[in-house]
T-cell receptor, first 113, second 115 residues
Framework: DGGITQSPKYLFRKEGQNVTLSCEQN?????MYWYRQDPGQGLRLIYY???????QKGDIAEGYSVSREKKESFPLTVTSAQKNPTAFYLC????????????FGSGTRLTVV | AQKITQTQPGMFVQEKEAVTLDCTYD???????LFWYKQPSSGEMIFLIY????DEQNATEGRYSLNFQKARKSANLVISASQLGDSAMYFC????????????WGAGTKLIIKP
């Protein structure tokens, strides 16, 4: 079955450490997105990519970086510059077409220890 | 200004009753799309229903329907015959023209179905 795989499900980060969240899709979707969700809040866009080797900042890109070397993969690195990284991170992709919603991964819960 | 407003932070509903989750939106675009997603406690986001701004009929998907009132800029989700498995967070989202397929999200409504 096609879908989006996010790993790991839980991740613990020490202060000053960079960590990378994996997102892989086998849906052949061009566009991929990273969202951050804090408790009791909606989703906020971190980065998105519409094509390989190209990506754009979203609303809260500071302290994060991404790459898109392959269509299937869109990893997110949470750098030490992100001062409050504890959150739930969701990766999504979308098929072309106006009426299609996102397909989401199951998320990664990142905690600073 | 908030583009998507969900005014109900939480709701309790008796099992088998119908429930309406409110969503109002703000856009100056003529062409836009509205989405509802369900997020169970496990965290994944599940697409429920879509309504296009030019759609004349209200969208329906099984027990889900969207009460679209364009003049009032509201897109309420109606769940008929609620079930215990409907307990979850529900998010309303909007896509505007030239948005690069990005969605703008509301803060969500936590729905709890009581047995």
């Amino acid at each position: 079955d096609g879908g989006i795989t996010q790993s790991p499900k839980y991740l613990f980060r020490k202060e000053g450490q960079n960590v990378t969240l994996s997102c892989e899709q086998n849906l052949n979707h061009d566009a991929m997105y990273w969202y951050r969700q804090d408790p009791g809040q909606g989703l906020r866009l971190i980065y998105y990519s519409q094509i390989v080797n190209d990506f754009q900042k979203g609303d809260i890109a500071e302290g994060y970086s991404v790459s898109r070397e392959k269509k299937e993969s869109f990893p997110l690195t949470v750098t030490s510059a992100q001062k409050n990284p504890t959150a739930f991170y969701l990766c999504a992709s979308i098929a072309p077409g106006w009426n299609y919603g996102y397909t989401f991964g199951s998320g990664t819960r990142l905690t600073v220890v | 200004a908030q583009k998507i407003t969900q005014t109900q932070p939480g709701m309790f509903v008796q099992e088998k009753e119908a429930v309406t989750l409110d969503c109002t939106y703000d856009t100056s675009d003529q062409s836009y799309g509205l989405f509802w997603y369900k997020q169970p406690s496990s965290g994944e986001m599940i697409f429920l229903i879509y309504q296009g701004s030019y759609d004349e009929q209200n969208a329906t998907e099984g027990r889900y329907s969207l009460n679209f009132q364009k003049a009032r800029k509201s897109a309420n989700l109606v769940i008929s015959a609620s079930q215990l498995g409907d307990s979850a967070m529900y998010f309303c989202a909007m896509r505007e023209t030239d948005s690069n397929y990005q969605l703008i999200w509301g803060a969500g409504t936590k729905l709890i179905i009581k047995p």
